[in-house]
């Protein structure tokens, strides 16, 4: 069974098929499109001037060890790879609709975080909706 399979029959995904999902390189480069449109009119939004901006890995790699998805990947997993699978979970989430491009961009226009936090706090979220 896929992990599309597995959501859609169970509603949730367990471990394995959640590690599958974080290390699907396919979803990493949809999930840093989306990650890189949301946080460029998050920015364009709140700052009222138009912006076009890339996320760099250390912030995606940090927020994904802060929310918790660093257990979720092989012992000897780089930087890259870590910002790749917070970009993968973002990806999957939102073609599944579980959650909408508004909700990624209120979590990332919160301005009393660092741009850290603001990851974090949207994985933290898409891992909560995978769950329910």
Same mark, same amino acid.
Not at 19 to 32: E, K, R, S
Not at 39 to 66: C, Y
Not at 67 to 87: F, I
């Given at each position: ?16 098929? !959640? ?8 979803? #990493?480069?949809?999930?840093? /499109? +989306? %990650?890189? @449109? ?34 979720? !990947? ?8 870590? #910002?790749?699978?917070?970009? /993968? +979970? %973002?990806? @999957? ?40």
């Amino acid at each position: 069974m896929s992990d599309e399979e597995s959501v859609e029959a169970e509603g949730v995904l367990d471990d394995q098929h !959640l590690a599958g999902v974080l290390t699907d390189h396919g979803l #990493a480069q949809f999930g840093d /499109a +989306l %990650l890189n @449109f949301a946080f460029s009119l998050a920015l364009t939004e709140t700052t009222g001037h138009p912006r076009g901006t890339k996320v760099s890995d250390k912030t995606l790699a940090d927020a994904a060890v802060r929310a918790g998805l660093r257990k979720y !990947l092989p012992r000897r997993t780089g930087r890259g790879d870590v #910002a790749n699978s917070l970009e /993968a +979970l %973002l990806g @999957f989430v939102w073609l599944k609709k579980l959650l909408t491009l508004e909700e990624i961009l209120n979590c990332l226009k919160t301005e009393s975080f660092t741009h850290v936090q603001n990851f974090a706090q949207l994985a933290e979220l898409a891992l909560a909706r995978l769950k329910r």
